[in-house]
């Protein structure tokens, strides 16, 4: 009964821990860049996209595709590190609960 109550009280914890992590990807913002710089990307930690900048010289009608994959790496970028960031603050909320390897949270 003991480790019952344990368990749940970790659990509540752990709900804590969890909602006042997804505030703080709310409000986290990550850049991804490609292009040496030409294109970055901003994402919030949900992976949301809030911003993108282009270098003008880019702007030539010849160099459409080149930018249209600029700025495909660039989010791609951005997501990674997004991802890394969620990752490692889950990582921190997690710590010491016992969670089956190559569990995804939060779900």
Do not use: C, W, Y
């Amino acid at each position: 009964m003991k480790d019952i109550m344990g368990m749940m009280k970790a659990a509540s914890e752990m709900k804590g821990k969890m909602e006042a992590m997804q505030a703080e990807l709310a409000n986290l913002v990550v850049e991804g860049k490609s292009g040496g710089g030409l294109v970055t990307v901003s994402l919030s930690g949900k992976g949301e996209m809030k911003g993108l900048k282009i270098d003008p010289s880019l702007f030539k009608e010849d160099d459409v595709e080149v930018l249209e994959d600029l700025i495909l790496a660039a989010h791609n970028d951005a997501k990674v590190k997004a991802e890394s960031e969620m990752q490692s603050r889950m990582a921190e909320v997690t710590a010491g609960l016992p969670i089956p390897p190559g569990m995804k949270l939060p779900f």
